[in-house]
C-alpha cells in the first residue's frame, strides 16, 4: 500500500498570517482612534470596568448640569427674596409717611400702595426659573400662590380676603368688647354679660374671681351668661383686683385682669376708682359753691359715687333736690333765666366724658363765648 506526504506547512503558515494581519489592523485601529477596542467584548478583562467607569462618567455629567441648574435657581431666588424684603419697606414707608386723605375710589395712598405691592410679592412667589415655580417646593409645575385679586376677591367657590374681614368683623360685633354687653342695673352695680345665648361668637363667660373689697360677685349664671358686680356703699381699695375667664370660640381660654385705682387717667388695665369718699376730691367746695346750676349725668349714681357732691350736700354748700340730672336738662331745655354759672359732673366713661367735654369746648368756640381756666379745680 502506497502512503502519501501529509504537508501542513502552508496551511499553518496562512492561518498566522491571517492573526498578523487581525492584530496589524486592530493596532491600526487603536492607533487612529485612540480607543482599545470598538466594543466591550474587545476589552478583555477590563470589560466590567469600562461599563462602570462609562456609568460614573454619565453621573458625573448628570450632577455638574444638576448643580449648575441648582447655582442659578439659587441665585434668582436669592434675587427675588431680597425685592420681597424691599416691598415690606417700601410699604412701611408707605405707611409712615403718605397722606392719610381718601381719594375717589376711597383709598388712602398708603393702601393704594400696599395693593400695588402685594401683586408684585404674589408675582415673586411665582417667579418661574425655565419650566420649574422656585416657591413650590416639589410641586414645580404648580403656582405657589394664587393671584392677588383671588386672594383679595376670591373666587366662585373660595372666600377672599375682604369677605373672611368682614365676616370676622361681623363675628366680632362692632362694639369693640366681643360681644359682651355691660350694663348698670343699679348705681353701685355693673354687669357683665353674652349677647346672645348659645352664639357660637364672641368671649364666653366661664368663670370670675375678686379680691374688690365690700364687693359681691355672683355668676357666671343665667341665659345668656352673666357676671355681676355691686360694690355696696364703699369703693374698691387700690390694688383689689377682679379676673374673667373667658373660653373663645377656638376653644382656647383667655383671662382678663382688671386692677382697681384712683390715679388719673387709669393705668392700663384697671379700672377707676370714683370719688365716693368725702377725702377724695374732683373739685372744691369753693367752685361748687359758686355755681347757679349744678348738672349730673345720673342722679343715683352721683349720690353714690360723686364725693364732692356728697361732702357739698352734707355741709349744705348744695342740695341734692337742686341738682338736675341730665336727661331732664334735655328733655326741658335750659331753665329760665339762663344761669350763668352751670357745672357738670359726670359719672360715666372717662371716654365718653372727654368727648362730651370737647364738643362743649368746640361749640363755645365757635359762639365766641369768654373762656377762662379755673384754678379751683
Not at 476589552?43 to 456609568?55: H, L, Y
Request: glycine share 8%; net charge negative; with cysteine.
Amino acid at each position: 500500500m502506497a502512503i502519501n506526504s501529509v504537508s501542513y506547512g502552508p496551511t499553518y503558515l496562512s492561518q498566522s498570517m491571517l492573526n498578523l494581519n487581525n492584530q496589524l489592523a486592530t493596532l491600526t485601529s487603536q492607533l487612529t482612534t485612540g480607543k482599545k477596542s470598538t466594543s466591550y467584548a474587545g476589552m478583555g478583562v477590563n470589560e466590567g470596568f469600562a461599563i462602570a467607569a462609562r456609568a460614573q462618567l454619565a453621573n458625573i455629567s448628570a450632577f455638574s448640569d444638576t448643580m449648575s441648574n441648582i447655582t442659578t435657581n439659587i441665585g434668582i431666588a436669592n434675587t427675588e427674596l431680597q425685592a420681597m424684603v424691599d416691598i415690606g419697606t417700601t410699604v412701611l414707608n408707605s405707611a409712615n409717611s403718605s397722606m392719610q386723605g381718601l381719594n375717589s375710589a376711597g383709598q388712602t395712598i398708603a393702601q393704594q400702595t400696599a395693593t400695588s405691592q402685594l401683586s408684585s410679592m404674589v408675582g415673586i412667589l411665582n417667579m418661574q426659573a425655565g419650566d420649574r415655580f422656585l416657591f413650590s417646593g416639589s410641586a414645580i409645575n404648580t403656582p405657589s400662590v394664587a393671584s392677588a385679586d383671588d386672594i383679595l376677591n376670591g373666587t366662585t367657590t373660595q372666600a377672599g380676603l375682604k369677605q373672611v374681614i368682614s365676616e370676622r368683623q361681623q363675628a366680632d360685633g362692632t362694639t369693640g368688647l366681643g360681644r359682651l354687653v355691660i350694663t348698670s342695673p343699679a348705681a353701685t352695680s355693673v354687669q357683665v354679660a353674652e349677647d346672645v345665648a348659645g352664639s357660637p361668637f364672641g368671649l364666653k363667660l366661664s368663670a370670675v374671681s375678686s379680691s374688690l373689697t365690700g364687693a359681691t360677685v355672683t355668676g357666671p349664671a343665667g341665659s345668656p351668661a352673666a357676671v355681676s358686680i355691686d360694690v355696696g356703699a364703699i369703693n374698691p381699695n387700690n390694688g383689689d383686683k377682679v379676673s374673667f375667664a373667658f373660653t373663645l370660640p377656638d376653644g382656647t381660654t383667655e383671662s382678663i385682669q382688671l386692677t382697681a385705682s384712683s390715679a388719673t387717667p387709669p393705668p392700663v388695665g384697671s379700672f377707676a376708682i370714683g370719688a365716693n369718699s368725702t377725702v377724695k376730691h374732683e373739685v372744691s367746695n369753693n367752685l361748687i359753691r359758686r355755681m347757679d346750676l349744678i348738672v349730673v349725668d345720673d342722679l343715683a349714681a352721683a349720690k353714690a359715687d360723686s364725693g364732692d357732691l356728697v361732702e357739698a350736700c352734707q355741709t349744705r354748700i348744695a342740695r341734692w333736690e337742686d341738682i338736675v340730672p341730665l336727661e331732664k336738662f334735655v328733655a326741658e331745655g335750659v331753665p329760665q333765666p339762663r344761669p350763668k354759672r352751670m357745672f357738670f359732673q359726670s359719672n360715666g366713661i372717662a371716654d365718653e366724658d372727654l368727648a362730651v367735654g370737647k364738643y362743649a369746648l368746640d361749640q363755645a368756640k365757635r359762639k365766641k363765648l369768654k373762656l377762662r381756666s379755673v384754678t379751683e379745680i
